[in-house]
């Protein structure tokens, strides 16, 4: 299903939706998505990207990460 099939079938349900709480809640995640990061998280991902590119040989990469994981397990 290609992403303009999915928005107007959901348009459709929407319009013919009755429930409130479903409604309230497809509103609170509008707002969400509409507000995207907090500053809190814009200055956290700030922070880690200055110490990467203080350091970069110091990241991990996915595959090292997942190995010391499996270790711990």
């Known amino acids: 299903m ?3 099939t999915i ?6 349900w929407l319009t013919e939706l009755q429930d409130l709480k479903i409604l309230e809640q497809l509103q609170a995640l509008k707002h969400l ?4 990061l ?3 998280h814009k200055a956290l991902l700030d922070e880690r990207i200055a110490s ?4 970069p040989g110091k990241a991990l990469d996915w595959d090292e990460v997942m ?3 499996e270790k711990d397990l």
């Open 52 to 55: 990467y590119e203080k350091d």
């Open 67 to 69: 190995k010391e994981l």
């Open 7 to 12: 928005k107007v079938d959901l348009i459709h």
């Open 33 to 36: 998505q509409e507000a995207g």
């Open 2 to 4: 290609d992403i303009q």
């Open 38 to 40: 907090s500053d809190a």
